[in-house]
């Protein structure tokens, strides 16, 4: 390989490595929507990790409390559930609106609410959203209004979101007593007590 082609090579390497990533992010998302979610959700984690394109499960509930905020309200409206989930999905950015647009996509109208959401919750393997599932499907079964268990999600999700703000804010505090404690202190007390110390030493003593 001569000089020109190694060039070449150093250029176009980036161009081919951005791509790679592209393609395995985009077979991620499909392993997330397919027949076989489940059973592929190991492939899945691994080529997220590879990529560097794993979601954490606090973006995913900061995207779910806008989502179900947004649902309640096209609800309360007069909306239907599917139908607000599907303007939804077309008029909102973030992993869950493509998972849900995905989602119809593939099945069409044949899902209901709870099956879409359950969709979802295999997908992203989030607690809050399996949670969101089972109790919809409950109140389904019973009667009950959606839109409460709706407004009880986005209540609980709030509370986690505070709860895990102020446990962040903490490790952040700690973080930053490290170099107060190591570095700035010491530094002052040296600058403090080297006069005394100093003096004390030209002195003889």
Known sequence: MNRIQLYILILVAPAI???????????????SVSNYAKQLSWLKQLIRKLTGSEIKEGEINEELVNILQMLSIMISAGESPMMALRYISQRSVGYI????DQSFSKYESGRNLAQTLEQIAVATGSSQVRRLTNSIQIAIQRGTPILDVLNNQVQSLNKQINLALLKKSGKSEIALLIPVVFLILPVSISFAIWPSIYGLNQAGL
Not at 97 to 100: E, N, Q
Request: charged content about 15%.
């Open 17 to 31: 490595i951005y791509s790679i990533r592209l393609i395995l992010i985009e077979i991620a998302s499909l392993l």
């Open 97 to 100: 609106p493509k998972l849900i």
